[in-house]
């Protein structure tokens, strides 16, 4: 990782004159193609293998939902068993929230954050790789019960329990195989990668800015990001000693949840929702942020309100922790907590609903161009309104109790989903697209993939409003003809054939666009931040010269004021080039084969295999430390004045 400069300017170069290098190569200079991406410390390549990575799960848990769909399109099916159905009730949950939004939101976090404060990298490159290779870790901890239907002598399939995971359902009494194991190990490991890099993401943001950016002049995502982050590093230790607990519980004959011994089952819904609500916000708060960043361009004015879009969501942050037991209303909690956590239900709708004023007030009288990008964003504000207006009809814990475990909140909680970050993280694919591939998606095929996302969403969705009021419960694997379900199930399955073609088509348009699309220059959109102000695709170093920021909207400052920025980079690369130029970390193995370390001591130990779990664990140490050693290292690029690059090593 760089190592900052004992004493430096706001430009990064340091009082003190560097030694000259001593030896000076042609460009390009860095491992390319395999071995290239498996060391790469560039926050843009790990973001785009997050990316890759939560699309692929994306696919996957959408296939999943399919399936479950397909057993419920008519009464008393036998499409697949009830064993199956509880396999892919647990994967799809699990999948879609830890493997498919979560690591899409992160992959956005790499990719941008960097660019939007003016920075090179993050603070911390290598922990970066390690928090990527650590997710995939996670995700095949998670998965790799999968085998057992191609190899019947693993003893582990699919977690069956619910991907929520309620006690007594984890205990050995109804998971005795290793499925459960997988599932808690999996889980673990995804939550240290999910800390590691928001630990990152938080000294970013905060040491890196360019000179010039305060932080109520940062762009509405990266502050997004920064509350994201800090809810990820004070929610995720609840869950993770939730999860501890019934690792001793499975394997070492503690009774933390175990009734019989003195346990309470009721504990682990409290330790699984004070994560869990967060949660929701964690996942909801950067697509908030992506619109945030989209409906300005598109409407040709600064986003109204930016304060109170900002402070509004540090408090929903903040509000957010005071409402776990809202899923709980029906466990006898009592009167008095049950209505302190409805009222405090209720006022999370209130930076809520000011954000959504706020993106009001910015299309309102403004030069609004409707495209693709500008669609899936007031798609968003749409479904999401919503889903959060179902959502407040839950704050009312006697209208919970009717709702409680019913379709209804399936409707509910997919209009969030799905109808919210789902749609801004299409929205966000669309609109930075071009700065990381350099070519403009086909706006036909993009408007018609969203009329088809959007159709298909609300036929699927809509209609499981009326099935839970008519009484049909969530987690059911099928039902009888006379219950009257059975047409809201026919409508819900169709569109969600509908909904799937459309996910099809609008990722296939971005194959056919990276390979065939109308190449674009650096900013197709007339965009506001930092990131459209450099060349697409990013080079390496993101930045020539390090920006000074003038206001808000910066690149937007950039563009009416050149001859002063200009002179101003002028200084910048001259001050750099004669301190060292500009440096960059290496390339390096060892997160990779801490990670592999990682992976080989979970599963050694899901499985009960002691000797094989203390090699993975060696290795694991063996990792980390070598690349302790590794120092600061590194390398500097020399820009001429015709854009030749050139290496130096010190």
Not at 80 to 92: C, G
Not at 227 to 248: G, H, K, Q, W
Not at 336 to 357: E, S, W
Not at 510 to 534: H, M, V
Request: glycine share 10%; with cysteine.
């Amino acid at each position: 990782m760089a190592q900052a400069p004992a004493k430096s300017d706001p430009h990064g170069g340091a009082e003190h004159a560097a030694p000259k290098p001593i030896e000076l190569l042609p460009r390009p200079r860095a491992k390319t193609g395999l071995v290239g991406w498996l060391t790469t410390v560039d926050h843009k390549k790990i973001g785009l293998m997050y990316a890759a990575g939560a699309i692929l799960f994306f696919l996957v848990g959408g296939l999943e939902a399919l399936l479950i769909r397909t057993q419920l399109i008519v009464p008393n099916n036998r499409f697949i068993s009830a064993q199956l159905y509880n396999e892919l009730f647990t994967m799809h949950g699990t999948t879609m929230v830890f493997l498919a939004i979560m690591p899409l939101n992160a992959a956005f976090f790499n990719l941008l954050i960097p660019l939007q404060i003016g920075a090179r990298d993050v603070a911390f490159p290598r922990l970066n790789t390690f928090s990527l290779w650590t997710w995939v870790v996670g995700a095949i901890l998670l998965n790799v019960g999968i085998l057992s239907y191609i190899f019947p002598n693993i003893k582990a399939g699919l977690p069956d329990m619910g991907w929520f995971g309620y006690a007594p359902l984890t205990s050995k009494l109804f998971t005795p195989d290793a499925s459960t194991d997988l599932w808690v190990v999996g889980l673990q490991v995804l939550g240290l990668s999910s800390i590691v890099a928001s630990l990152n993401f938080i000294v970013t943001i905060i040491n890196l800015r360019a000179p010039g950016l305060t932080m109520m002049r940062l762009p509405v995502f990266t502050w997004m990001a920064l509350i994201t982050s800090f809810l990820l590093v004070l929610a995720l230790p609840p869950i993770a000693i939730a999860l501890v607990e019934v690792m001793f519980d499975r394997n070492f004959g503690t009774s933390f949840f175990e009734v019989a011994n003195g346990g309470q089952p009721i504990l682990w819904q409290h330790l699984f929702w004070v994560f869990g609500h967060p949660e929701v916000y964690i996942l909801i708060l950067p697509p908030m942020g992506y619109v945030s960043e989209i409906l300005p361009t598109f409407s040709r004015k600064p986003l109204f309100g930016y304060p109170i879009v900002v402070f509004s969501g540090a408090a929903i942050g903040f509000i957010g922790f005071g409402v776990w037991s809202h899923h709980m209303f029906t466990t006898g909690m009592g009167t008095v907590a049950t209505a302190a956590f409805a009222v405090a239900t209720m006022a999370i709708a209130v930076p809520t609903g000011v954000k959504i004023f706020n993106w009001i007030g910015t299309l309102w009288g403004g030069h609004i161009v409707t495209r693709t990008p500008m669609m899936f964003a007031l798609g968003f504000i749409w479904m999401f309104m919503l889903g959060g207006f179902s959502g407040i009809m839950h704050s009312a814990a006697p209208a919970d109790a009717q709702q409680n475990d019913s379709y209804f909140v399936v409707a509910h909680f997919h209009y969030v989903l799905i109808g919210g970050a789902t749609f801004a993280l299409l929205a966000a694919i669309h609109f930075w697209f071009p700065k990381f591939f350099g070519r403009l998606v086909p706006e036909f095929w993009g408007k018609l993939s969203f009329w088809i996302i959007f159709t298909g969403f609300n036929t699927t969705f809509f209609p499981m409003h009326f099935l839970g009021l008519n009484g049909m419960p969530r987690r059911t694997w099928t039902y009888d003809a006379n219950m009257g379900w059975n047409e809201g199930n026919l409508v819900a399955t169709l569109g969600a054939y509908v909904l799937g073609l459309g996910i099809f088509t609008y990722f296939a348009v971005l194959i056919y666009t990276y390979f065939k699309g109308q190449k674009c220059g650096n900013d197709p959109w007339d965009a506001r931040t930092l990131e459209w102000s450099i060349p697409s695709p990013p080079p390496e170093y993101n930045f020539k010269a390090i920006p000074t920021v003038h206001a808000r909207d910066a690149w937007w400052y950039e563009k009416h004021h050149k001859e002063e920025i200009a002179k101003e980079q002028a200084e910048h690369m001259k001050a750099e080039a004669e301190h060292g130029g500009i440096h960059m970390p290496d390339q390096s193995w060892y997160p990779l084969i801490s990670a592999i370390g990682l992976l080989v001591a979970m599963l050694a130990f899901a499985f009960h295999h002691i000797p094989l779990a203390l090699g993975g664990g060696a290795i694991l140490f063996l990792g980390c430390y070598l690349w302790s050693l590794e120092g600061p290292g590194g390398y500097h690029i020399h820009i001429d004045d015709k854009g030749n690059e050139t290496l130096s090593r010190h």
